[in-house]
């Protein structure tokens, strides 16, 4: 079984950070899994907003390109998504993703409200 649980979404104001943690646990070898971050905010689709491969390849939605940073820590099992110059816009839930060869992961996300 094959567990990501995120971590670290809040309210914060405009112009604000939040960083949020997933942690990878259960029977993946996450130093082989591309690891990214989605996130869905109400009556919109999930979107894809930051990936890194596993060879630390980074790309990034055009709507958060300089803002956010994704890292990953493959001893630690985690992965990071720093968030700064937040904006009301980047309001919804954020979404940990794992992809194999074999299969793909989600966790249950977090919350993110920006709003003064």
């Known amino acids: 079984q094959v567990q990501l649980v995120e971590s670290g979404g809040g309210l914060v104001q405009p112009g604000g950070s939040l960083r949020l943690s997933c942690a990878v646990s259960g029977s993946i070898d996450s130093r082989y899994a591309a690891m990214a971050w989605y996130r869905q905010a109400p009556a919109k689709s999930r979107d894809l907003i930051a990936g890194i491969s596993t060879v630390g390849t980074t790309n990034y939605a055009d709507s958060v390109k300089g803002r956010f940073t994704i890292s990953r820590d493959n001893a630690e099992k985690m992965v990071y998504l720093q968030m700064n110059s937040l904006k009301p816009e980047d309001t919804a839930v954020y979404y940990c993703?794992?992809?194999?060869?074999?299969?793909?992961?989600w966790g249950q996300g977090t919350q993110v409200t920006v709003s003064s």
């Open positions: 993703y794992a992809k194999t060869k074999l299969a793909s992961y």
